[in-house]
């Protein structure tokens, strides 16, 4: 193909995971895209329903037709105590991966600036006036390129930061007994085995015989697949129940690191989601920081002359996540007594405000004090002395 067949675009989409469709509906809501030429690019159509996004919310947002579930009690649970939490004004909210890409995939295809092809991405080469693309079958061009493609081997091939997965494996199951209470997710509940890791179950019940059940780690490897799935048995048996029917199976590993993926980003080239470190580096939370985030994008490139490389801003936040992925990497046994510590006697609406990096200063002390002292101010010696040695 030569030069002349080479079709140019405004922006091209390389991945369009939960940032990119975020971050294009809103392009399409604020009207202020329609003469601009865009080009999605990913190898997956988007139309089986491989994962499930949660997130909590005050007032409804954008999202708000595609929201399946809400809670407004969330159970946190160990082996010594029980605490039903009520979250109000929060309403913690399920979103099904296949309901999410429809309703956006939807409005995109009304958009005839709006092109999604389905082709898997090989080569991005950024020129001094334009973005190259390659795919297994074309090539374009682009002024500015978002990424969405992961590449694990940045954060995993260096030993700045640390690095763990939050890995687990679900079953949508019916069950034949009622045991179930769909009024309460199941938070954390750190009851179960925890064998030298970060160990706890998520439970998502839509009926008192229907819900979601993942065996979740925040653990540096992953496990083999037999060994969740045997936890999941044991757990719906200690609910009471031997009697159901597996409806689906999700399984996935959400990197947690504090690495700073923005500093790849260049004057063409942002990185966004999990390849722009858009995940909640301390709980592997994705939704509401990439609505956030996407929501800022989209008035950032509304400026003129805006440069990639500015989009990104460290907060506070980074560094209190830095701790906790400090502690839980040296000794990751340690993630049922912080969060325990949390959860036992926390303010819930507090610990949820925090979590969406919204407190004050005064309000993340009030949170970080409930947290085992002697650990965090470790893990502060160590960050400080990695600070100051980086400089």
């Not at 993942?214 to 697949?225: G, I, R």
């Not at 490139?301 to 490389?309: G, H, N, P, T, Y």
């Not at 907060?315 to 996540?321: E, L, Q, T």
């Not at 002292?373 to 100051?388: D, E, G």
């Amino acid at each position: 193909m030569n030069s002349s067949q080479i079709k140019h675009f405004d922006y091209i989409f390389t991945g369009t995971g939960l940032a990119s469709l975020m971050t294009i509906y809103k392009m399409v809501l604020s009207g202020k895209f329609s003469d601009k030429s865009i080009l999605l690019l990913d190898q997956d159509v988007k139309k089986t329903n491989d994962r499930t996004w949660c997130f909590w919310e005050k007032e409804e947002s954008v999202w708000n037709s595609v929201i399946s579930k809400k809670w407004d009690l969330a159970l946190f649970a160990n082996e010594d105590f029980n605490r039903s939490l009520a979250i109000k004004p929060y309403s913690y909210n399920k979103v099904s991966g296949i309901d999410f890409y429809n309703f956006v995939f939807e409005a995109i295809s009304k958009q005839q600036n709006i092109t999604f092809l389905n082709e898997k991405v090989t080569d991005i080469n950024e020129l001094e006036t334009h973005v190259f693309v390659g795919t297994e079958e074309n090539r374009y061009t682009c002024n500015c390129l978002f990424n969405s493609i992961y590449t694990k081997a940045f954060a995993e091939r260096q030993n700045k930061y640390p690095v763990l997965q939050q890995h687990f494996v679900g079953w949508f199951v019916k069950t034949k007994e009622e045991v179930f209470n769909p009024e309460e997710v199941t938070f954390m509940d750190f009851s179960i085995e925890q064998k030298g890791n970060t160990r706890f179950m998520y439970v998502l019940p839509t009926s008192k015989t229907e819900a979601l059940v993942e065996y979740t780690l925040f653990s540096e490897k992953l496990l083999p697949k037999e060994e969740y799935e045997k936890a999941i048995q044991l757990y719906l048996k200690k609910l009471g129940t031997e009697n159901y029917e597996i409806l689906e199976k999700e399984e996935g590993s959400i990197p947690m690191t504090c690495y700073p993926f923005w500093k790849k980003n260049t004057k063409r080239v942002l990185n966004i989601g999990t390849a722009g470190g858009w995940t909640k580096a301390s709980t592997g939370y994705t939704f509401k920081n990439a609505d956030k985030k996407s929501s800022d994008l989209v008035e950032f490139i509304q400026e003129k002359d805006f440069e990639m490389k500015s989009f990104h801003a460290k907060s506070k936040f980074w560094f209190y996540d830095l701790l906790l992925l400090d502690i839980l990497y040296r000794h990751n046994e340690l993630g049922r007594p912080i969060f325990s510590s949390l959860f036992r006697k926390g303010n819930p609406k507090l610990i949820f405000k925090f979590l969406d990096e919204e407190t004050s200063f005064f309000e993340d002390v009030k949170v970080i004090l409930k947290c085992p002292k002697i650990p965090f101010i470790k893990a502060l010696f160590r960050v400080i002395f990695l600070s100051n040695k980086s400089n």
